[in-house]
């Protein structure tokens, strides 16, 4: 591992909407991104469309049809941020060995936070033009016995346990299931390029412990930073790749996940009522002739308020 970043990537975030927003979706959506349907999942109670970026990464939009009968894990949640997902460049056989001697190591650890990965799950499908898309997905397992888990867990994991990333490996080329080469679908109204980073808020009691687990999920090493605007909590970032660098170059070094306390009465809000885990998602646009960096959240409070455009002059 080294503070340079991990070879892991960011893949998607899931963003969960009720069903008037997923058959019409919302200002602070349609004005900003182009976005293109998806389908209905194998078990058939659920269904996405996607936001697709030039930096391989994208946006799953999920709305539930009926009862669930998949995604389990996501049942319980409430429309908004729920979840995200990291790639790399191994297998996800050769990812799930590697990270769970990470996290079984007594240099690293899950610290006390009793994670684990379940199996690699492969799934597939066929696309419209008849080609075969596959993958696996690697979800994590929870122990809430764990000797650090924050308590009580009603209390920090309102609705379900969701504080640590999964990951998704392509079998296939990875341009069939996100065609982010395509810039007819990657390219959008805003501007942006693509994912530079997701932040997790965490209680601010077990940061030390959130620290170790995320050094061996996303294979870097923490990089700390002291205060943040004009609160003292401490944040830790992890530095991490991009699918296309290219698209990226602006930001390159600074893709990655961030781990703060919460900050501010939102942020308290936001985990009393989410629990711990994705807070918000910072998507970076390149910003010609400007001198300054600006930070848009794409609406002025709800669900929208927790995705920020972040507009960057080219090499900032």
């Keep these: ?20 927003d997923f058959e019409d979706p919302p200002a602070w959506l349609s004005d900003n991104f182009r976005i293109i349907e998806g389908g209905t999942h194998a078990g058939g109670s659920s269904r996405n469309k996607l936001i697709i ?17 998949e995604f389990f894990d996501w049942a319980p949640k409430t429309p908004g941020l729920i979840d995200f997902a990291l790639t790399t460049p191994q297998t996800a056989q050769e990812t799930h060995a590697t990270v769970t001697k990470r996290l079984e190591s007594s240099g690293c650890g899950d610290g006390g936070l009793g994670v684990r990965f379940k199996q690699p799950l492969f799934g597939g499908r066929k696309r419209k033009d008849g080609q075969q898309c596959e993958w696996y997905v690697t979800k994590p397992l929870f122990d809430n016995d764990a000797p650090n888990v924050p308590k009580p867990v009603e209390q920090y994991f309102p ?35 693509g994912i530079m980073s997701v932040e ?83 998507l970076y646009v390149p910003a010609s002739g400007e001198d300054e960096v600006d930070e848009r959240p ?10 920020v455009l972040v507009a960057e002059p080219v090499g900032h």
Aim: a negative charge; aromatic letters at 8%; glycine letters at 8%.
């Design 1 to 20: 591992m080294t503070t340079a970043g991990s070879e892991y990537c960011h893949d998607h975030v899931i963003l969960l909407l009720s069903s008037p």
């Design 53 to 69: 970026f030039a930096d391989g990464t994208y946006i799953e939009l999920l709305n539930w049809i009926s009862e669930p009968k």
């Design 200 to 282: 997790v808020v965490v209680p601010e009691s077990h940061i030390e412990n959130y620290l170790k687990l995320y050094s061996a999920v996303s294979g870097a090493e923490p990089k700390v930073h002291g205060g943040f605007r004009y609160m003292p909590n401490t944040s830790v970032s992890f530095l991490l790749s991009s699918p296309d660098e290219e698209a990226m170059k602006g930001v390159k070094g600074r893709v990655g996940i961030e781990i703060h306390a919460p900050r501010d009465n939102e942020d308290e809000a936001w985990m009393r009522e989410r629990g711990v885990g994705i807070r918000e998602l910072r």
């Design 298 to 307: 794409l609406d002025s409070e709800g669900i929208g308020a927790s995705l």
């Design 159 to 193: 609705n379900g346990r969701l504080d640590t990333p999964f990951y998704c490996h392509d079998v296939t080329d990875r341009s069939l299931r996100v065609p982010y080469k395509d810039t007819s679908i990657s390219t959008h109204p805003c501007g942006v390029k």
